[in-house]
């Protein structure tokens, strides 16, 4: 893998987050640790990729990364935890998949000749692969959270009246 | 609490009335809670939020069933204590509104709120909370639509097409929610709309990755939100919820399908 692949990706991902920030209504002031989370995603996904690891388990690394680096630094950003984890893996949602999935099986339903396995099979393919990845996304940015969390008991705060 | 129904468990005596303001304190907490589900939070948010608010306002306990289209809570004073519902609207995604709610239930937390002011503050928010406007969010969307493009190795001349087709899907998607279209007929459309202005600037500018520049155009229907939520609803106790989620991004997805389906017979039909 050329750096040059790795910046371009990460730049993507970058551009990929802040779009979605704002389709998301984040305040200006955070989009650039939004474009920051989606460029570590990207970058993480990308270098494990590279290094010959599956797109599911560089997904999991790279939403590890993301949800550890937001739960430790998200009290700077100024922003719920939660919004920048999903934001920052945003790019990393396996959408195309979905779409051909979701299109493959459309084709094989209307299929009547002899490929109709293999255009199943391929369907069937994006199908596991998107539940793999989403999962993966989900349990890598849920690990951090449930760990790293600072927890404050609710009463504790509570004024008296 | 997770999905589970509430139990009143402790009652007024017969004949007496209410504590005067348990009904308005729970139809407050409520109302922040749904304000938080329309912009996105996950169950277990919506769970702490009724928490930090309720408790603020002098209640001893909040128990709340947390749904996708209604939302319980049972809140409890003394010997008293009432259960009020209250229904969600769209489910949308709105950062600031949710990170001025959360300003507002912290407050709430260190200093003495009444209940008159947290009503006002969520009415402010729900009115006055700032939103991009839909130009500069279509343009934001259509730019991060063509940079997805990239990431699926979409050619540099399907990435125009990719971009003009992402912003002006995210028009009609805002014009859509505006009267009031459902949802999933919306989806359907932009997404139809999207692929076809798609295909055709792909064949104008000659790009050799038309089917992904495609994809790329209808990512932004992709519902990535709601998908993780459901995956965190599940894992963090409240399958109810996370179910609803999944489905809801299961039939969405469909919706997307069926345009990307549409948009090149169309094309076709034109030619």
Not at chain 1, 99 to 126: E, M, P, W
Not at chain 2, 187 to 215: D, H, P, Q, Y
Not at chain 2, 245 to 265: D, E, S, Y
Request: charged residues 10%; proline residues 4%; glycine residues 12%.
């Amino acid at each position: 893998m050329s750096l040059l692949t790795l910046l371009h990706q990460t730049l993507c991902g970058a551009v990929a987050a802040a779009g979605f920030g704002m389709l998301f209504n984040i305040g200006m002031r955070q989009l650039p640790w939004c474009a920051g989370a989606g460029a570590l995603a990207l970058a993480t996904r990308t270098y494990c990729t590279g290094l010959g690891w599956s797109l599911e388990g560089a997904s999991f690394t790279a939403a590890l990364v993301v949800g550890a680096a937001v739960q430790l630094l998200h009290w700077r950003m100024g922003i719920s935890p939660t919004a920048f984890d999903v934001v920052g893996c945003i790019p990393m949602v396996p959408g195309s998949f979905a779409a051909k999935a979701t299109l493959g099986l459309f084709a094989a339903a209307t299929k009547t000749g002899s490929g109709d396995t293999r255009v199943l099979l391929t369907a069937l393919q994006y199908t596991l692969s998107v539940a793999f990845i989403t999962g993966a996304i989900g349990t890598g940015l849920a690990i951090p959270t449930l760990l790293l969390r600072v927890r404050v008991p609710l009463h504790a705060s509570r004024p008296d009246r | 609490m997770a999905d589970v129904p509430t139990v009143m468990r402790t009652c007024p005596p017969l004949g007496s009335t209410p504590v005067p303001p348990l009904n308005a304190i729970t139809m407050a907490t409520l109302d922040a809670a749904r304000l938080l589900m329309e912009s996105g939070g996950k169950a277990k948010s919506v769970d702490e939020l009724v928490h930090l608010i309720a408790h603020g306002l002098g209640a001893e306990s909040a128990e709340l069933r947390i749904g996708y289209a209604s939302l319980s809570l049972t809140i409890s004073i003394g010997h008293s204590s009432i259960t009020r519902m209250k229904k969600v609207g769209l489910i949308g995604v709105n950062q600031q509104l949710e990170q001025g709610l959360w300003h507002l239930a912290k407050r709430g937390s260190h200093e003495r709120l009444e209940v008159e002011q947290v009503e006002e503050q969520l009415a402010r928010l729900a009115l006055a909370t700032p939103r991009y406007g839909a130009w500069v969010t279509a343009v934001g969307v259509g730019l991060a639509c063509a940079a997805f493009g990239r990431l699926l190795g979409v050619d540099l001349k399907g990435s125009v097409p990719v971009f003009l087709a992402a912003t002006v899907g995210q028009i009609i998607r805002q014009l859509a929610v505006k009267f009031g279209l459902n949802v999933f007929i919306c989806t359907g459309l932009v997404s139809s709309v999207a692929s076809l202005l798609t295909s055709m600037g792909g064949r104008l500018a000659g790009s050799g990755t038309i089917g992904t520049a495609v994809i790329a155009s209808v990512l932004l229907l992709v519902p990535g939100v709601p998908a993780v939520n459901a995956l965190n609803d599940i894992l963090e106790g409240y399958p109810t919820l996370g179910s609803a989620r999944a489905i809801t991004v299961m039939m969405t997805l469909v919706f997307i399908a069926a345009g990307l389906w549409i948009g090149p017979i169309l094309l076709e039909l034109w030619h």
